[in-house]
C-alpha cells in the first residue's frame, strides 16, 4: 500500500525548507545591505553649549539639514552633561567629526581624541580659547570690510571710527581693519589696552577725537557686563554712537550692530564636515573661515536721540530696527 501520509510529511518537509532558505537568504542580503550602508556612513557628534539658546538652535538645524544622507548625526546638549559622561560619549560613538556650537562645547569637545578633527562656530573671540592650528570652524565675527560698508552706507557723515583692542587676542583683526577701513575712506584709530581698568579713560579720551566708537568682541574690552554698561554710558555722555556685533547690544545701546547669520555659519560648518570626513582636507582653506552672511541691526531710537545723520533709503536693508 502506498504511504501517503509519508508523502505529504515531505512534501511539507520540503516546503517549510524552503522556506526557511528564503528567510536565510533575506537575513544574509538585509546583513548586506545594512553592514555596506553602515560603512558608507559618517558619524558626526554635534555638541550644543545650550540648545535652549535661538543663535545656536539656528546654526544646529541648518547643519543638519546641510549634510547629505550618508551621515548621521548625534546630538547632544552639554548643559546636561557632565565630563565624565562626556568622555563615555566620545568612546561610544567615537565619530569621524565633532561639530561644536558654542565656547563651552568647544572647550569639553577637547576631552576627544585629537585624532577626530573638530568644527566649530558660534564662538566669540575664538582666539582665546587657543588651538588655532589643529581646529577648523567659522568666524563669528563679520569681517571688518563687511562692517564698514555697512556704516558708509547707512552713516554718510561718520568718517573717524575709533576702536579699543588687546593685542593678545586682536592684533591681527586691527591690521586688517586699518586696511578695510582705508577701501572704504575712513579713518581708524586705534588704541591698546592690556588691563579691563584701562578701558574707561582711555575711551574717554578717544571720543573726543572719532566720530563713532567700534566695540569689537575683545575679552578685555568686554570683562563683563558692568563694563559693556560703562563703555554705553561713558558713550552716552560724550553725544557719540556705538557700533557693534550683536543685536542685543543695540537693543542695550549701540546704534547699528553686524552680526553673522547662524544658520549660514551651520551651512559652512557642514560643508568643511563633510570634506573633512571625505578626506579632501586639502580643499578646507583656510582652516578658520570667515562667516558669509550677516545680519544688520538698527537702533533708529538711539539715532534720533544722537541726533545722527543717516540714509534713510538704507533703512529698507535692515534686518532689525529698534524704533
Known sequence: MFDYSHTAKSTNLRHVLGKLATVMCVCALLSLCLSTSYADTNKVLLLN???????????????????????????????ELSRKSLRALFNQHQPDAIYTIGSQAYEVSKLASKEIPIVFSSILNWHRLGGEKTSFGVVNEPPSAMIFGMINYVFPKVKRIGVLYSPEYNAELMTTAEVSAQDFNLSLHTKSVKRPRQVAARLEEMLEKVDAFWLIADPIVMADQGMVRSIVRIADKMNKPIISFSKGLTEFGAVLSVESDDATMGRQAAAIVSDLVSQRQSEVAP???EPIGSHVSLNLKKVKRLDLSYNKQALSSIDYIVR
Open 49 to 79: 553649549s545650550d540648545n535652549s539658546v535661538n543663535k545656536f538652535q539656528l546654526a544646529q538645524t541648518a547643519f543638519e539639514s546641510s549634510l547629505t544622507e550618508d551621515f548621521v548625526v548625534v546630538e547632544k546638549n552639554v548643559k
Open 287 to 289: 582652516q578658520v573661515q
